[in-house]
């Protein structure tokens, strides 16, 4: 794997992002912000998943003020996601928050976004600067401010990635360009507390955007894939896009984007992370997906173990295995597993067999070796 892209730290809260912080992991809530106390409860939620960061929509300023109530009793740093009006920007940064997004394709004037800065600086917090495909300013719109539209300027008729003709402007360059448009608004004003994002929906798009932008500043970056769908193929896509990207080193915290309940977007980003071994919270699951030589319903006995294993909070490797034979070969590396077979298993750690056990006690005797192991911090992936 190469070497981690090197990247000066900021911090939101008191979460380090960036330099030699861990990836950090940030959702969304789905709640009307103006409903505190929806609001905190979700916080609440996906902190106990796993979240880091959370970010709120302040799309009025009704929602921008209660952010004052969500942020003194949130567990966790909260980041106000803002679009067209500065004005809700100043409020929810006196509102007490730790962070502030800010979308430099419907914030296009300058004036109003070193109004910002101005009082970012005085609060002493973060600015995100995101870009997103969906609302990137008209072509040759950049930092102007006027009524026109960018669907009617021209935007969605640039080229996307490997599709560009010699010397031709581009979506990535329109991204990276309207990114560091806003950069060195910041910079100009000697501010360098910096996070940055260019996502979009299409995954090699979005790739080489990050890429440019990787090149080009040492800011930390904040990686995502924009509505990347339902839990099952947005899982996927965003794992394609931000693996790729956090393989190359590429990123300092993700947030992945799903069309549901945000909890499943920490487990998801989660799950990114401890693949590439980047992160390790929790149970790590290896499930055989079964075959013709599996004697018992191994796929049900995985769903048991999963749904059992939501009360484990240490960073433990579990197996479960539909072949006596091969099971402990296959999962050696895992902490605890069991390798089923006709009406009995084999209970192994590392490979090595413990015991045997009957079908009805696979998972009660399963869930006894991770408690044992649980006790032994030291026998427990680290």
């Given at each position: 794997m190469p070497e981690r892209r090197v990247s000066r730290q900021i911090h939101v809260g008191n979460v380090p992002v960036g330099g030699d912080a861990p990836i950090a992991v940030q959702s969304m809530t789905k709640t009307d912000t103006r409903d505190a106390e929806a609001t905190i409860m979700q916080t609440y939620e996906v902190a106990a998943a796993g979240c880091d960061i959370i970010r709120c929509a302040v799309p009025n300023m009704d929602a921008a003020k209660a952010l004052k109530e969500i942020c003194s009793r949130a567990p966790i740093p909260v980041i106000a996601d803002i679009h067209f009006h500065h004005l809700l920007a100043l409020e929810a940064i006196r509102s007490g928050v730790s962070g502030i997004r800010l979308n430099p394709?419907?914030?296009?004037?300058?004036?109003?976004?070193?109004?910002?800065v101005t009082l970012a600086k005085e609060y002493?917090?973060?600015?995100?600067?995101?870009?997103?495909f969906g609302s990137l300013p008209p072509i040759g719109g950049?930092?102007?401010?006027?009524?026109?539209?960018r669907l009617a300027d021209g935007v969605n008729k640039l080229a996307k990635a490997s599709q560009e003709g010699e010397g031709e402007y581009t979506v990535v360059d329109h991204m990276v360009a309207t990114a560091?448009?806003?950069v060195g608004i910041l910079e100009e004003m000697d501010f360098d507390q910096i996070k940055i994002s260019v996502k979009g929906f299409d995954v090699p798009m979005t790739i080489e955007a990050y890429q440019r932008v990787a090149e080009q500043t040492d800011y930390p970056l904040h990686l995502g894939i924009t509505e990347a769908g339902t839990p099952s193929s947005g899982s996927i896509r965003s794992a394609v896009g931000l693996g790729h990207l956090l393989y190359e080193g590429i990123g300092d915290t993700i947030r992945v984007s799903l069309a549901g309940d945000p909890v499943r977007e920490v487990e998801a980003g989660?799950?990114?992370?401890?693949?590439?071994?980047?992160?390790?919270?929790?149970?790590?699951?290896i499930a055989c997906p079964s075959c013709g030589r599996a004697d018992v319903d191994i796929i049900k006995y995985s769903e048991m173990v999963d749904e059992a294993l939501k009360q484990v909070d240490k960073p433990v490797r579990v197996a479960v295995m539909g072949c006596e034979v091969n099971g402990p070969g296959e999962a050696k590396d895992a902490d605890v597993?069991?390798?089923?077979?006709?009406?009995?298993?084999?209970?192994?750690?590392?490979?090595?067999?413990?015991?045997?056990?009957?079908?009805?006690?696979?998972?009660?005797?399963?869930?006894?070796?991770?408690?044992?192991?649980?006790?032994?911090?030291?026998?427990?992936?680290?």
């Amino acid at each position: 794997m190469p070497e981690r892209r090197v990247s000066r730290q900021i911090h939101v809260g008191n979460v380090p992002v960036g330099g030699d912080a861990p990836i950090a992991v940030q959702s969304m809530t789905k709640t009307d912000t103006r409903d505190a106390e929806a609001t905190i409860m979700q916080t609440y939620e996906v902190a106990a998943a796993g979240c880091d960061i959370i970010r709120c929509a302040v799309p009025n300023m009704d929602a921008a003020k209660a952010l004052k109530e969500i942020c003194s009793r949130a567990p966790i740093p909260v980041i106000a996601d803002i679009h067209f009006h500065h004005l809700l920007a100043l409020e929810a940064i006196r509102s007490g928050v730790s962070g502030i997004r800010l979308n430099p394709g419907n914030i296009r004037d300058a004036d109003k976004v070193r109004e910002v800065v101005t009082l970012a600086k005085e609060y002493e917090i973060p600015i995100r600067i995101g870009v997103n495909f969906g609302s990137l300013p008209p072509i040759g719109g950049i930092g102007k401010t006027g009524d026109f539209h960018r669907l009617a300027d021209g935007v969605n008729k640039l080229a996307k990635a490997s599709q560009e003709g010699e010397g031709e402007y581009t979506v990535v360059d329109h991204m990276v360009a309207t990114a560091l448009w806003e950069v060195g608004i910041l910079e100009e004003m000697d501010f360098d507390q910096i996070k940055i994002s260019v996502k979009g929906f299409d995954v090699p798009m979005t790739i080489e955007a990050y890429q440019r932008v990787a090149e080009q500043t040492d800011y930390p970056l904040h990686l995502g894939i924009t509505e990347a769908g339902t839990p099952s193929s947005g899982s996927i896509r965003s794992a394609v896009g931000l693996g790729h990207l956090l393989y190359e080193g590429i990123g300092d915290t993700i947030r992945v984007s799903l069309a549901g309940d945000p909890v499943r977007e920490v487990e998801a980003g989660w799950d990114i992370l401890k693949s590439l071994n980047m992160r390790n919270k929790g149970v790590t699951l290896i499930a055989c997906p079964s075959c013709g030589r599996a004697d018992v319903d191994i796929i049900k006995y995985s769903e048991m173990v999963d749904e059992a294993l939501k009360q484990v909070d240490k960073p433990v490797r579990v197996a479960v295995m539909g072949c006596e034979v091969n099971g402990p070969g296959e999962a050696k590396d895992a902490d605890v597993g069991i390798a089923a077979g006709n009406g009995r298993g084999i209970i192994f750690r590392k490979g090595q067999k413990v015991r045997v056990v009957p079908e009805s006690e696979f998972v009660s005797a399963l869930m006894e070796e991770i408690e044992q192991i649980e006790l032994d911090p030291e026998a427990a992936t680290t």
